[in-house]
Nanobody, 116 residues
């Protein structure tokens, strides 16, 4: 069964750090892996994305604080989140696009809460 499995969410204090991980299983020809987030009452938004060639882009509000990295061999994407703010609180979803199958995959989501 093709799936994305996320880990690393939790509670952090403002200014703190968390690292999210997402590993793809039974998914081939991954072109892009990304992290999205959705806070209560808000639409899901793209936080960071990286292609298998290493091209990355970020939501403006996380630039300089978050870093995405993709390990193609392990089919894993990481999101290092530093200098966390309360407004970063959301459910974070992993996403992968397979060019070979021309379809999207989504993880189940992991909660990130930033609070003192």
């Amino acid at each position: 069964q093709a799936q994305l499995v996320e880990s690393g969410g939790g509670l952090a204090q403002p200014g703190g750090s968390l690292r999210l991980s997402c590993t793809a299983s039974n998914i081939v020809s991954i072109y892009r892996m990304s992290w999205y987030r959705q806070a209560p009452g808000n639409e899901r938004e793209l936080v960071a994305s990286e292609t298998n060639g290493g091209t990355a882009n970020y939501l403006d509000s996380v630039k300089g604080r978050f870093t995405i990295s993709m390990d193609n061999a392990k089919k894993t994407v990481y999101l290092q989140m530093n200098s966390l703010k309360p407004e970063d609180t959301a459910v974070y979803y992993c996403y992968a696009y397979s060019w070979g199958l021309a379809r999207d995959y989504w993880g189940q989501g992991t909660q990130v809460t930033v609070s003192s």
